[in-house]
């Protein structure tokens, strides 16, 4: 993202056909006047970037924060672009420089020191070039500030996204756990009672048969192991297999 030699030509030509500031200081000014610095706009990409580029940089920045929402994906989107836009500053400021010395190369000549004329070719530069120098630091502000906001709004996003998707994942273990104690103590009931136990008659969603079949893997189970097998699951396999044809 650097300014080439050609492009400095081209900038000079115009100013001197354009009737515009005649002297040395006045046409470097001028110059300056018309730095696109593709730092304010909606367009992420200048003509000069590889768009090649700025998609794999993109996909790292999603891969990276995993948006899963359409407002995650918005603030992600836009913390890439502000980043890709911070990147630019640099060459930027350096391109300024660059502009500098090459406008005005006799600038110091007399000096034979060279640290130090390069020295006083920065000084000039900063101080003829003050305004856009000004400016690239304020857009630095400004993005750094927004990236700022943008990375703390995602991170809270995402942090109630998951601790709304924690509270749900246990609430469904809780009503797993509260569907699988009601059967066990309705059976016991009807064991009492010597009445047949229809699960379906109460309102479960399955049979007598997946019941039974569920205390014959337990028991088996847990004479091994002393654990409690997921009932659900345990149901959810069973059928699965009577679905499934045998090999």
């Not at 992420?44 to 899963?68: G, K, M």
């Not at 836009?85 to 500098?100: C, S, T």
């Not at 390069?118 to 990236?147: D, G, S, T, V, W």
């Not at 049979?207 to 004479?223: C, G, I, M, T, V």
Request: net charge neutral.
């Amino acid at each position: 993202m650097s300014i080439s030699e050609a492009q400095l030509n081209a900038n000079r030509a115009n100013a001197q056909s354009s009737g515009g500031p005649t002297s040395a200081e006045g046409k470097a000014k001028s110059s300056m006047n018309a730095l696109k610095t593709g730092l304010t706009g909606q367009t992420v990409l200048l003509p000069t970037e590889d768009a090649a580029v700025y998609q794999t940089f993109l996909a790292s920045l999603f891969t990276q924060w995993a948006p899963a929402t359409d407002e995650e994906n918005r603030l992600t989107q836009t913390i890439a672009d502000t980043e890709w836009r911070l990147a630019r500053i640099a060459p930027l400021e350096a391109g300024i420089f660059a502009v500098g010395h090459l406008e005005q190369p006799d600038w110091f000549f007399s000096e034979t020191d060279k640290q130090k004329r390069e020295f006083l070719m920065n000084a000039k530069i900063q101080l003829l070039y003050e305004k856009p120098l000004k400016n690239l630091a304020l857009q630095e502000r400004r993005l750094r500030n927004q990236h700022k906001t943008d990375s703390e709004t995602l991170k809270q996003l995402q942090q109630e996204r998951t601790e709304k998707q924690k509270h749900a994942e246990q609430a469904a273990i809780d009503e797993r756990k509260a569907v699988f104690h009601r059967a066990v103590k309705i059976f016991d009931n009807c064991q009492k009672l010597r009445k047949d136990f229809d699960p379906p008659a109460f309102g479960f969603e399955f049979s007598f048969a997946e019941y039974r079949h569920y205390w014959d893997l337990q028991n088996a189970h847990y004479k091994l192991t002393e654990e409690y097998l997921d009932f659900h699951q345990v149901i959810a396999d069973h059928r699965k297999a009577q679905i499934e044809p045998r090999a």
